[in-house]
């Protein structure tokens, strides 16, 4: 992109500046449109009313009038809160999930930085959010903080454990950590020679497939794995003294979570932003297909999240780490087994 | 790996910059986590002394080396001090009995193991010359190879030539896991 497009140079600094500004224009958009499309409008479908319909055309205007409502509001905090690390919770949280899209390709050219361990640095950054909700939970000064802060804690551990070993079935079977290898993997394979639609590891790795998103669910603290904010028992558990600004930034940083491990996912599982290589679309071409292919790809996986977070009922703290510990990462460690046996063998 | 850095821009003099910012960020934070007096913050200090171990990694290339002291540190240990602190006592606001009677021994017991360190480091290393070379990114070679050619070279050292130091590692971590399950379980 830098050397080609429009026949213009970009210094480094420069282009890095523009992928910057765009991913998080495009990271912004894709989770605004995510929490209108499925937290107003399909959740409200699901039971039977309309959800917002004031704001612009159906609704559609609600969430920037949520949020200038949220800008407005004061900061409080509780007398005897720690008010540093009250403050840093958030941003930490929040700057975990940006980084997340630092290596998310959207296109050949498209992606802020291609780094070498791609899907291992996405994992990596992904577990500081551990550290921003533990910070919150504590300096809040409130047991039920604290609570949900411990709940968020040994949950997020328990099912990082199953993401990072359903992702190793992918990675050996494309060979690769980085995320453009993955999508060229998956992109320029063939089913038993027949590469018309490429080789999507979803047809291979489909119990990795299941394990990750299972585990995303957990990782987003979604229903049926929303005990950490469990509002019957725990108010709203480490969010429960944020307010205003503060509270925005944990609901923007979980919706674009939920858009970000959607993301990933589609990368890992569904192709990516890519084409079959046989259909023979030039890299021009995928310039603008490849963003509208991942973005759809992502908003059709956060609209299954939100289906069984819509549907299902929570469930007990002990029921969810013997689901981690038990079952999930036994049947992951079989899947990279077979999958490494099946590699050797083919 | 050989031929990937040739005909790349040295970034020596940046490199060496942010080492010393980073250097005086995680010794002030270092002083930190023994000298504050809550033991929330203490742990919360050593997350910038980690962070910045892995920043170095980074600094030298070493992508996966960070990757995994960024997961394992601070997306794990540190997690799991302060989970065991919340657990048991983590009072807002200062404490008084944090500190105890062995600042001498301390200190001594300090400037010995820098000493140790520091003779290893130098004997070991101590001609070695660091090439800070960033990688010529539109070369086929780097395309090929040099994206994932230090990951590479990691795995194939831990799984040949280290493969036995590595597998005795995990046993003796597997040791510890059972000696905690039977210190920890009465029945």
């Known amino acids: 992109?830098?050397?080609?497009?429009?026949?213009?140079?970009?210094?480094?600094?420069?282009?890095?500046?523009?992928?910057?500004?765009?991913?998080?224009?495009?990271?912004?958009?894709?989770?605004?449109?995510?929490?209108?499309?499925?937290?107003?409008?399909?959740?409200?479908?699901?039971?039977?009313?309309?959800?917002?319909?004031?704001?612009?055309?159906?609704?559609?205007?609600?969430?920037?009038?949520?949020?200038?409502?949220?800008?407005?509001?004061?900061?409080?905090?509780?007398?005897?809160?720690?008010?540093?690390?009250?403050?840093?919770?958030?941003?930490?949280?929040?700057?975990?999930?940006?980084?997340?899209?630092?290596?998310?390709?959207?296109?050949?050219?498209?992606?802020?930085?291609?780094?070498?361990?791609?899907?291992?640095?996405?994992?990596?950054?992904?577990?500081?959010?551990?550290?921003?909700?533990?910070?919150?939970?504590?300096?809040?000064?409130?047991?039920?903080?604290?609570?949900?802060?411990?709940?968020?804690?040994?949950?997020?551990?328990?099912?990082?454990?199953?993401?990072?070993?359903?992702?190793?079935?992918?990675?050996?079977?494309?060979?690769?950590?980085?995320?453009?290898?993955?999508?060229?993997?998956?992109?320029?394979?063939?089913?038993?020679?027949?590469?018309?639609?490429?080789?999507?590891?979803?047809?291979?790795?489909?119990?990795?497939?299941?394990?990750?998103?299972?585990?995303?669910?957990?990782?987003?603290?979604?229903?049926?794995?929303?005990?950490?904010?469990?509002?019957?028992?725990?108010?709203?558990?480490?969010?429960?003294?944020?307010?205003?600004?503060?509270?925005?930034?944990?609901?923007?940083?979980?919706?674009?979570?939920?858009?970000?491990?959607?993301?990933?996912?589609?990368?890992?599982?569904?192709?990516?932003?890519a084409l079959p290589a046989s259909w023979g679309l030039s890299d021009g071409v995928m310039h603008v297909v490849g963003p509208l292919m991942i973005s759809t790809k992502a908003i059709l996986l956060v609209g299954v999240v939100f289906w069984a977070r819509f549907s299902l009922p929570r469930f007990r703290e002990d029921q969810l780490q013997t689901l981690a510990w038990k079952f999930m990462i036994p049947i992951a460690l079989a899947n990279i087994v077979v999958t490494g046996v099946l590699k050797v063998v083919f | 790996m050989t031929g990937v850095l040739a005909a790349s821009t040295s970034f020596a003099v940046p490199a060496n910059v942010a080492f010393a910012v980073m250097a005086v960020f995680m010794v002030a934070a270092a002083v930190r986590v023994v000298t504050t007096k809550n033991v929330v913050h203490a742990a919360l200090w050593l997350v910038v002394v980690l962070g910045g171990v892995g920043l170095n990694y980074l600094l030298l290339q070493a992508e996966f080396v960070a990757m995994t002291q960024f997961l394992v540190y601070l997306g794990a240990v540190v997690v799991l001090f302060l989970f065991g602190i919340m657990l048991t006592r983590a009072p807002l606001g200062v404490s008084d009995d944090l500190d105890n009677s062995q600042r001498r021994l301390g200190v001594v017991i300090g400037v010995l193991l820098l000493a140790v360190l520091s003779f290893a480091l130098v004997r070991s290393f101590g001609a070695d010359k660091l090439t800070f070379e960033a990688y010529d990114q539109g070369a086929e070679v780097a395309r090929a190879v040099g994206e994932n050619g230090r990951t590479q070279a990691i795995s194939d050292s831990i799984f040949g030539e280290y493969l036995i130091p590595f597998e005795v590692t995990s046993v003796l971590l597997l040791a510890a896991l059972i000696g905690a399950i039977v210190l920890a379980r009465k029945d």
């Open chain 1, 1 to 273: 992109m830098t050397r080609a497009l429009l026949g213009v140079e970009l210094a480094y600094w420069q282009s890095t500046l523009i992928r910057v500004l765009a991913g998080l224009v495009a990271v912004l958009l894709l989770t605004g449109g995510v929490v209108y499309l499925y937290l107003f409008k399909f959740v409200s479908f699901m039971q039977s009313r309309l959800g917002p319909m004031e704001a612009g055309p159906y609704g559609s205007l609600q969430l920037l009038a949520e949020v200038g409502k949220w800008l407005q509001k004061e900061d409080i905090h509780t007398e005897d809160s720690d008010r540093t690390i009250f403050g840093l919770a958030p941003a930490v949280v929040l700057s975990s999930t940006f980084l997340m899209f630092v290596v998310i390709p959207a296109g050949p050219d498209l992606v802020i930085a291609n780094l070498g361990t791609g899907i291992y640095y996405v994992l990596a950054v992904s577990s500081l959010s551990v550290l921003g909700i533990l910070m919150a939970g504590w300096a809040s000064a409130n047991k039920y903080a604290l609570l949900g802060g411990l709940r968020a804690a040994g949950q997020l551990i328990a099912y990082e454990l199953p993401l990072v070993l359903a992702v190793l079935g992918v990675v050996i079977q494309a060979g690769s950590l980085n995320l453009q290898d993955i999508v060229a993997a998956q992109s320029g394979g063939s089913i038993f020679g027949w590469d018309g639609i490429g080789n999507p590891f979803i047809l291979t790795q489909f119990v990795a497939f299941g394990i990750f998103m299972v585990a995303v669910q957990a990782e987003l603290t979604q229903t049926p794995f929303d005990m950490p904010i469990a509002e019957s028992e725990l108010v709203a558990g480490y969010q429960v003294e944020y307010t205003g600004i503060r509270f925005l930034v944990y609901f923007i940083s979980e919706f674009a979570t939920a858009v970000g491990f959607a993301a990933v996912a589609s990368t890992l599982f569904l192709g990516g932003w």
